[in-house]
């Protein structure tokens, strides 16, 4: 957990009127009245007028973003802090201004800000141990969200993959399905056809009796080579027999 200790300016060398806000709302600030002592806060910073860097004035706008800070209004809170900072006349003021800003942004989930005010802090103070102590800590969170993050990515285009795969994979499934259905269906249609011809134009298979006619006529046949060879036969028999002569 980081540290939220804040630091409030002192508030030196400010006029009557604003030395007597200013007193004035660190006196709520302490007796944790911070609704009071950021409108005290308010009223000291409207008797100034310029943005030239300023001790008191960035002191005040530091202590009006802890008073801020501490009712909640973290956004609220980091505005004054950076206004602080820009206006801060030297190193410890400028390291403390960032130390804040960076634990408002820090209550805002914003790491990325948070880190780097942090990192601001150190360079403004290296001595300032609070600050070094909050940079490692939102440093590794900042780096296990990133990877976390990450491996979110990757899972989603993993998952993404997946589906489509399995997307494409039931796609074909059922163009498949479609086709053999299909094929089906035209094999059923042809039979149904078939089963609808007329039986006078179905095709007519060979037959294999003769008919009486053509029986008729072979028979005829039949009986006129063996008349035919009979004739032969008798003619063999009547005609004489060549005697050969012995020499």
């Known amino acids: ?5 804040l630091i409030l300016a002192l508030l030196f060398g400010i006029g009557p009127g604003d030395k007597k806000k200013g007193r004035q709302g660190n006196a ?14 308010r009223e000291a910073l409207a008797g100034f007028e310029t943005a030239e860097p300023d001790a008191t004035h960035s002191g005040l706008l530091n202590n009006l973003g802890a008073a801020l800070y501490r009712q909640g209004d973290f956004e609220g809170a980091q505005n004054a802090f950076e206004a602080a900072l820009a206006l801060s006349p ?5 390291s403390a201004a960032a130390y804040n800003s960076g634990g408002a942004a820090y209550r805002s989930e914003d790491l990325e800000g948070s880190l ?9 103070d290296p001595s300032n141990e609070d600050a070094r102590y909050n940079y490692e800590f939102v440093r590794r969170q900042l780096e296990q969200q990133q990877n976390e993050e990450q491996n979110q990515q990757q899972d989603d285009q993993n ?16 163009e498949e399905q479609q086709d053999q259905n299909q094929d089906q269906e035209q094999q059923n249609q042809d039979q149904q056809e078939q089963q609808d ?10 037959q294999d009796e003769l008919s009486q006619e053509e029986a008729q006529r072979i028979l005829e046949a039949l009986e006129n080579e063996e008349e035919q ?19």
């Open 1 to 5: 957990m980081i540290r939220t200790l």
């Open 28 to 41: 709520l600030m302490r007796q944790e009245r911070f609704e009071e002592a950021a409108e005290a806060y």
């Open 90 to 94: 030297d190193d410890a003021a400028a």
């Open 116 to 124: 780097a005010r942090y990192r601001q802090a150190l360079l403004q």
């Open 159 to 174: 998952q993404d993959q997946n589906q489509d795969q399995e997307n494409d994979q039931n796609q074909d499934q059922n």
């Open 197 to 206: 011809q007329p039986q006078d134009q179905q095709p007519q298979e060979p």
């Open 229 to 247: 060879l009979l004739r032969q036969v008798q003619k063999m028999k009547t005609r004489p027999r060549r005697v050969e002569k012995d020499w």
